[in-house]
């Protein structure tokens, strides 16, 4: 999916920039900057999920993290 960003016509450029270490594991980066100027880089799995999101915004630069990839999540009955 991110490389089919990188040949979509909207504007979007992204940027393989190999493995790198993230959130304690070696994931796959790409570096990914939209026309409006939002830039950030996606960290992907050897499973195919975006595992860490880093947002390189004036604003926002806290890294986004996702885990538990089709885990179910508790169910409790009412009480």
Known sequence: K???MATDPNG???SDLGMKPAGGE??????V??????????????????HQIDPK???????????KFNAVAPIHAPM
Request: charged content about 30%.
């Open 57 to 67: 915004d004036s604003r926002e630069n806290t890294p986004i993290r996702f885990s």
């Open 33 to 50: 900057r939209q026309k409006d100027g939002t830039k950030m880089v996606l960290y992907i799995g050897r499973d195919g999920y975006v």
């Open 12 to 14: 979007v450029k992204v």
């Open 26 to 31: 070696t994931l796959h980066a790409y570096d």
């Open 2 to 4: 991110v490389r089919a």
